[in-house]
């Protein structure tokens, strides 16, 4: 079977959800494709700031979200050996230090506004296999499996959102550099201690960054640095002294991690790195988010530099469109901008990383 599209957006993530909603409502035909078969995921990043709050405002979609729940941040914490030692309060007029919206609030307000469309489709178990290329190379179209069935999607513009393992980005030949931070990162949810306050707490252990997270719905997310590739190594060792460092740092969760993190199985992994790549785009795919430029949690800032992108793109992919430009040469003429602020930002993320044990020098 084969579909065509005006523009064809691969991952149903943030970033390439909220692109296919501000097209779609532009009157842009689009198919979005999602290898997974919903939107509900853990351990994604789920921490707005001010500029994703924006971006939702700007576009009426924040409203849909709160209403699903979300959870405003009223300050950051420093602790060290159970006591906390600095807070960091919302600077006016922000009224908060971070918004936490689980991700499946975010998502469906997104695609609940966009189904109400004609002009939007959307195509879960679908993973995309391979774009399709024409006697010019120029790419038209992706290979899709939907439902264990092979089919094909048409257009002038297929959109890589398919976060930082991109198939398309690696299809479509877009050299990624892969930037290593030294360290691997340790989650686990447990619920929050009783009268616990909407906050991020941060800690030192063994010179290494331990936050935790409060969430909507009365949870903590606790993520725990690690040294790079050392997790294999660690779980060989006993866990109780490892779990009794979490308790001596933050000595109120005592209760609730005892409970809920039992073993080394009770921590989820994540392999951190961020990426850059030299185009990102090219004859006639585009790509955006973390398939773009992958970022590190540090900062919460990759899942608002997604919804960034798209509120960029639907703009200028508008405008292409509007002025004949068939083969979307404005999406080019525009990346140096776009690029320079990530560069920015990641490079902010590097000097986090590097300076957060200061916060804690006159402490330890
Ligand atoms: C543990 C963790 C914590 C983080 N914390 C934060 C935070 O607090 N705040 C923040 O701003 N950022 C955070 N980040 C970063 C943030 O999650 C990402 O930057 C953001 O999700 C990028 O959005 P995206 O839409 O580009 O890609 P993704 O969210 O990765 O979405 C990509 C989508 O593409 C789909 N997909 C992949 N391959 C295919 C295929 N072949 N065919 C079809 N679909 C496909 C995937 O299933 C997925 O739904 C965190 C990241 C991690 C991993």
């Given at each position: 079977?084969?579909?065509?599209?005006?523009?064809?957006?691969v991952?149903?993530?943030?970033?390439?959800?909220?692109?296919a909603?501000?097209?779609?409502?532009?009157?842009?035909?689009?198919?979005?494709?999602?290898?997974?078969?919903?939107?509900?995921?853990?351990?994604r990043?789920?921490?707005?700031?001010?500029?994703?709050?924006?971006?939702?405002?700007?576009?009426?979609?924040?409203?849909?979200?709160?209403?699903?729940?979300?959870?405003?941040?009223d300050?950051?914490?420093?602790?060290?050996?159970?006591?906390?030692?600095?807070?960091?309060?919302?600077?006016?007029?922000?009224e908060?230090v971070?918004?936490?919206?689980?991700?499946?609030?975010?998502?469906?307000?997104?695609?609940?506004?966009?189904?109400?469309?004609?002009?939007?489709?959307?195509?879960?178990?679908?993973?995309?296999?391979?774009l399709?290329?024409?006697?010019?190379?120029?790419?038209?179209?992706?290979?899709?499996?939907?439902d264990?069935?092979?089919?094909?999607?048409?257009?002038p513009?297929i959109?890589?959102?398919?976060?930082?393992?991109?198939?398309?980005?690696?299809?479509?030949?877009?050299?990624?550099?892969?930037?290593?931070?030294?360290?691997?990162?340790?989650?686990?949810?447990?619920?929050?201690?009783?009268?616990?306050?909407?906050?991020?707490?941060?800690?030192?252990?063994?010179d290494?960054q331990?936050?935790?997270?409060?969430?909507?719905?009365?949870?903590?997310?606790?993520?725990?640095?690690?040294?790079?590739?050392s997790?294999?190594?660690?779980?060989?060792q006993?866990?109780?002294?490892?779990?009794?460092?979490?308790?001596?740092?933050?000595?109120?969760?005592?209760?609730?991690a005892?409970?809920?993190?039992?073993?080394?199985?009770?921590?989820?992994?994540?392999?951190?790195?961020?990426?850059?790549?030299?185009?990102?785009?090219?004859?006639?795919?585009?790509?955006?988010g973390?398939?773009?430029?992958?970022?590190?949690?540090?900062?919460?800032?990759?899942?608002?530099c997604?919804?960034?992108?798209?509120?960029?793109?639907?703009?200028?992919?508008?405008?292409?469109?509007m002025?004949?430009?068939?083969?979307?040469?404005?999406?080019?003429?525009?990346?140096?901008?776009?690029?320079?602020e990530?560069?920015?930002?990641?490079?902010?993320?590097?000097?986090?990383?590097?300076?957060f044990?200061s916060?804690?020098?006159?402490?330890?």
């Open positions: 079977m084969v579909v065509k599209t005006d523009v064809c957006i991952g149903g993530g943030p970033g390439g959800a909220l692109l909603c501000l097209l779609a409502k532009r009157g842009i035909s689009v198919i979005l494709l999602e290898r997974h078969s919903g939107v509900a995921r853990e351990f990043g789920e921490f707005l700031n001010e500029e994703g709050e924006d971006i939702l405002k700007k576009h009426g979609l924040f409203e849909s979200v709160e209403k699903r729940g979300l959870l405003r941040m300050q950051i914490e420093y602790w060290n050996g159970g006591r906390l030692f600095k807070r960091i309060f919302p600077e006016m007029p922000a908060h971070g918004i936490h919206v689980p991700q499946n609030h975010l998502l469906t307000a997104i695609l609940d506004e966009a189904k109400k469309l004609d002009t939007f489709q959307l195509m879960l178990n679908s993973p995309v296999t391979d399709i290329q024409n006697e010019w190379g120029r790419f038209t179209g992706v290979k899709v499996r939907k264990g069935l092979d089919m094909i999607v048409e257009s513009l959109i890589g959102a398919d976060g930082r393992f991109s198939t398309i980005r690696k299809k479509a030949g877009i050299k990624a550099v892969i930037k290593n931070h030294g360290y691997d990162l340790l989650w686990a949810k447990i619920p929050a201690p009783k009268g616990w306050q909407p906050s991020i707490k941060m800690a030192l252990v063994d290494s331990v936050a935790l997270f409060t969430q909507a719905g009365g949870s903590i997310q606790i993520g725990w640095n690690i040294e790079q590739g997790f294999s190594r660690l779980r060989k006993p866990f109780e002294p490892f779990i009794e460092k979490l308790l001596l740092a933050f000595p109120e969760l005592i209760k609730s005892r409970e809920n993190i039992r073993s080394w199985n009770d921590f989820i992994l994540l392999d951190v790195h961020s990426s850059y790549c030299e185009t990102w785009t090219k004859d006639g795919v585009a790509l955006m973390d398939a773009a430029h992958t970022m590190t949690p540090t900062g919460a800032f990759g899942l608002n997604a919804m960034k992108d798209a509120d960029l793109l639907a703009g200028l992919i508008q405008e292409c469109i002025q004949g430009d068939a083969e979307f040469h404005g999406l080019k003429i525009a990346e140096p901008k776009r690029k320079a990530i560069e920015r930002l990641q490079a902010i993320q590097v000097d986090k990383e590097l300076s044990a916060q804690f020098a006159a402490y330890v």
